[in-house]
């Protein structure tokens, strides 16, 4: 094969010959060349296109990762919320424990039950032998549910032991106002209510009151809870104390050696209110009491042998 180069400038021509092996170099250069520049074109089309859906993928999944990231954040917060509520809830249940356990103690002094048979400072006794097995599946408790339903627990048992604090207090306001026993720790009864020689006068007379005697100084005490109304000496009656207990029922203690309280003060049932003396009309150490039922003396035996309705 010949190749016949021509000069332009000169005019002159040059032939070569061409052997097998440069004639087959020849033929790849001119074939190749093109090819290869096809092959570069598709191999970089083709890495550009896997580029852009790498890119494609990326991008997506970067936004998913946000968008999960966002949700994530969102449960937290929302998880943070609840248990912060749940806690709230949690302390205000506590304290409402304690105060059941406050009040339940306090009832318990109350009602006079002997120690430890209500012990509210420790968990209640429980127990037993081991029972069979339940294979039941196992679901996780709803905690909200639960403390609103022990809430509700906690209202019953609190109104309940309302109730029954406030009929205990009843029961022992009743206890104070019910007028009954006598008026004296220690001594006897040495004159009766109702007609009687008058120790000094050796006449007939009417003793509207009983007396009891024992020893000077010795404690003279209210037979029912109530308010003093009167405290000083009064004739015939030496040192008086008169207690109003209400319902028109007023008592007296007189000829004491000293009144220990003053007008306007409550006083309480089984309270010492004066020391036995022989103040005013008396010929020894003694109590006169008088029980009065609307203004009117009545014979004070029968409040003095009084039980408990």
């Not at 599946?137 to 609190?158: H, K, N, S, V």
Request: net charge negative; charged share 25%; proline share 3%.
């Amino acid at each position: 094969m010949k190749v016949i180069l021509i000069h332009r400038k000169h005019g002159g021509s040059r032939s070569i010959e061409l052997g097998r092996w440069s004639r087959a170099l020849l033929s790849l250069c001119c074939l190749g060349l093109p090819l290869g520049m096809i092959a570069l074109g598709f191999v970089a089309g083709q890495e550009s296109q896997a580029r852009d859906v790498r890119d494609n993928s990326l991008d997506s999944l970067q936004d998913a990762l946000a968008t999960q990231s966002t949700e994530l954040e969102g449960l937290r917060l929302d998880a943070e919320r609840k248990l912060q509520a749940m806690t709230m809830g949690l302390a205000e249940l506590q304290a409402r424990l304690t105060r059941l356990d406050a009040l339940g103690e306090h009832l318990t002094a109350m009602a006079n039950l002997e120690d430890g048979e209500f012990d509210f400072t420790q968990p209640p006794g429980m127990g037993g032998p081991l029972g069979g097995e339940f294979n039941v599946e196992y679901l996780a408790p709803d905690l909200t549910g639960e403390l609103q339903i022990f809430a509700q627990r906690l209202d019953q048992r609190e109104q309940q032991l309302e109730i029954l604090e406030s009929l205990l207090t009843h029961r022992k306001l009743d206890d104070q106002v019910w007028l009954s026993g006598r008026p004296v720790e220690k001594g006897w009864l040495s004159s009766r209510y109702g007609p009687r020689t008058d120790p000094f006068s050796g006449r007939p007379a009417i003793h509207d009151g009983i007396d009891f005697a024992g020893k000077a100084g010795s404690n003279i005490i209210a037979v029912a809870g109530g308010v003093v109304t009167w405290t000083g000496t009064r004739s015939g009656y030496g040192k008086m104390v008169e207690v109003s207990h209400g319902d028109g029922l007023v008592t007296r203690y007189a000829h004491n050696e000293q009144n220990l309280v003053d007008a306007g003060d409550l006083v309480r049932k089984g309270e010492a209110i004066a020391l036995m003396g022989s103040s005013g009309r008396s010929t020894g150490a003694h109590v006169h009491f008088e029980v009065f039922k609307h203004g009117r003396a009545v014979d004070p035996s029968s409040y003095v042998h009084r039980t408990r309705r």
